[in-house]
């Protein structure tokens, strides 16, 4: 019989959304790492059985910006309290015309553009290289899908983030280059997440919530955070209501990632076990254990 892993779900809130719903026993719980701290405490529960645990990304209030967050200490807190599956939930830009402000994109592809991040758990002492040729969980991917359907939202299946580092918004001449290179919306911050999350082995699906059509569109003003907060509003009750349709779906325990997911590190590794840092070693525990 093939081995099943029992999902524990992780949900990032981005702009917006600062908490969820419909969870029971929950606490917030602090977490320390190795990496510093997260972004804010963890808000853990459960819903119908299955263990979920929510991040702020910024931080409840909005403290922290795209450039100074913490992505190492947010996946390394989450994979410690044993989440495995990592629903991201964030604003963005438009970069198609058929991507208005209030629709869903079920991103499957990145494009970094972010350098002023620690992007790997790994470095001197233990090197390794994991494939990001596919960074998100068609699995999961399917199970937003089938939510989206039944809610009656209007969103695509599959597109480009294009990840800027922020934290101001872009030029007319960005914009229109990335939109020359097909990107379908643009944000400041699943990059390096979905790096991260690949790393320490987890499941990592992104639902983009359109609430601009960033600086290119003619017939729309630039964008603004006070435009972007009066569609986030929106947004925000849609993705709670996702996340309610999303969990059932996620919750049966599930067959280990066969496009590797689930084993990201097996091959991944270089350093000669004799040549590794036994303090980074130390480090990379939680993330890496598997396999060290
Ligand atoms: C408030 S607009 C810019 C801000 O919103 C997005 O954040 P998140 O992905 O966490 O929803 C975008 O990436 C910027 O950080
Ligand atoms: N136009 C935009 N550019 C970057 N991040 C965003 N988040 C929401 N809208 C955005």
């Given at each position: 019989?093939?081995?099943t ?7 990032i ?31 853990i529960?459960q ?22 967050l913490n ?5 390394d ?5 044993g ?12 970069l198609?015309e058929?991507l208005?402000?209030g ?8 494009i970094d ?14 090197v390794?290289h ?5 960074p998100?969980?068609?699995r ?7 939510s989206?359907?039944?809610l009656?939202l209007?969103y695509t299946r599959g597109g480009?983030y294009?990840?800027?580092e922020?934290p101001?918004f872009s ?14 919306v ?6 390096p997440?979905?790096?991260l999350a ?8 992104t639902?983009a ?9 003619e ?15 929106g947004?925000?009750?849609k993705?709670?209501s ?9 919750s ?6 066969p496009?590797?997911?689930d084993?990201?590190?097996q091959?991944?590794?270089?350093t ?8 980074v ?7 890496a254990?598997?396999?060290?």
């Amino acid at each position: 019989m093939s081995e099943t892993k029992q999902p524990v779900i992780g949900i990032i809130g981005g702009s917006g959304l600062y908490n969820i719903e419909g969870l029971t026993d929950t606490r917030w719980e602090k977490v320390e790492t190795p990496w510093g701290a997260p972004s804010d405490e963890l808000l853990i529960g459960q819903f119908h059985g299955t263990k979920v645990v929510f991040l702020p990304r910024h931080g409840r209030g909005h403290k922290l910006s795209p450039s100074s967050l913490n992505y190492r200490a947010n996946i390394d807190a989450l994979k410690r309290v044993g989440v495995t599956d990592i629903i991201s939930m964030s604003a963005v830009g438009s970069l198609k015309e058929e991507l208005p402000p209030g629709h869903f994109v079920i991103v499957d592809q990145f494009i970094d553009r972010s350098f002023a991040r620690e992007k790997s758990f790994f470095g001197p002492g233990c090197v390794a290289h994991v494939s990001m040729a596919h960074p998100t969980c068609a699995r999961i991917g399917d199970a937003l899908e089938d939510s989206m359907k039944a809610l009656g939202l209007n969103y695509t299946r599959g597109g480009t983030y294009l990840v800027m580092e922020g934290p101001q918004f872009s030029t007319l001449a960005e914009s229109n280059l990335y939109r020359s290179w097909g990107c379908s919306v643009i944000g400041m911050t699943n990059m390096p997440e979905a790096k991260l999350a690949r790393e320490a082995e987890m499941d990592y699906a992104t639902v983009a919530m359109v609430t601009d059509y960033d600086c290119w569109h003619e017939d729309h003003d630039a964008v603004t955070v006070d435009q972007v907060v009066k569609v986030l509003l929106g947004n925000a009750d849609k993705a709670r209501s996702v996340v309610k349709e999303v969990l059932p779906r996620l919750s049966a325990p599930r067959p280990v990632c066969p496009h590797g997911c689930d084993t990201a590190l097996q091959y991944a590794l270089i350093t000669a076990p004799e040549a590794r840092d036994p303090a980074v070693l130390e480090k990379l525990k939680a993330v890496a254990g598997r396999v060290l």
